[in-house]
T-cell receptor
């Protein structure tokens, strides 16, 4: 079953604008990750946020996590044409406070950045 | 490191034929995952291994699918007999052990695009 669900399914923006993607999940987690997939390629890890963290930055990426709402957002600032890709959130399952190596991926948000 | 290596990159076969997909994980990684990606169902975990031992194969769709990991540097996913509904992109991913700074992060291969006619 799908743990993470991204919203929106597709997003089209102009270069230079910010892109925000959201992810909702259902069960307790140990951490949440975001991955990017370029067309025809494998997924690439972007950032991991632990359940005791609320916000994390990496370059132009900003991730927030709200465990009370079981939701996360990924913000890409000053977007570039090269950011065009699908973005997936992935959650592990939390068993008695320990994490799981098994991840469940959402269906992704397809981002198009128009030059 | 060359990253996760998968072969073949593309496979076209006829219904009923046996298909074998191959994966070489990143050296030193002790977790290996097989996924299937389709437009309808997204990315589905089929099976994963830890130290060459299958841990969870509940995602394997049916008995036609089997996976092995004979050693730390090689894994196969076999479909026998193949059916048109098996057409998808199959990904292999690997993860390093704890304490490496990349806990729980999965490194994906480029995938094998399988078409069953």
């Amino acid at each position: 079953s799908q743990q993470g669900e991204e919203d929106p399914q597709a997003l089209s923006i102009q270069e230079g604008e910010n892109a925000t993607m959201n992810c909702s999940y259902k069960t307790s987690i140990n951490n949440l990750q975001w991955y990017r997939q370029n067309s025809g390629r494998g997924l690439v890890h972007l950032i991991l946020i632990r359940s005791n963290e609320r916000e994390k930055h990496s370059g132009r990426l900003r991730v927030t996590l709200d465990t009370s709402k079981k939701s996360s957002s990924l913000l890409i600032t000053a977007s570039r044409a090269a950011d065009t890709a699908s973005y997936f959130c992935a959650t592990d399952a939390s068993y008695s406070g320990a994490g799981s190596y098994q991840l469940t991926f959402g269906k992704g948000t397809k981002l198009s950045v128009i030059p | 490191d060359a990253g996760v290596i998968q072969s073949p990159r593309h496979e076209v076969t006829e219904m009923g034929q046996e298909v074998t997909l191959r994966c070489k994980p990143i050296s030193g990684h002790d977790y290996l995952f097989w996924y299937r990606q389709t437009m309808m169902r997204g990315l589905e975990l089929l099976i994963y291994f830890n130290n060459n031992v299958p841990i969870d194969d509940s995602g394997m769709p049916e008995d036609r699918f089997s996976a092995k990991m004979p050693n730390a540097s090689f894994s196969t996913l076999k479909i026998q007999p193949s059916e048109p509904r098996d057409s998808a992109v199959y990904f292999c991913a690997s993860s390093p052990p704890p304490g490496t700074g990349h806990y729980n992060e999965q490194f994906f291969g480029p995938g094998t695009r399988l078409t069953v006619l």
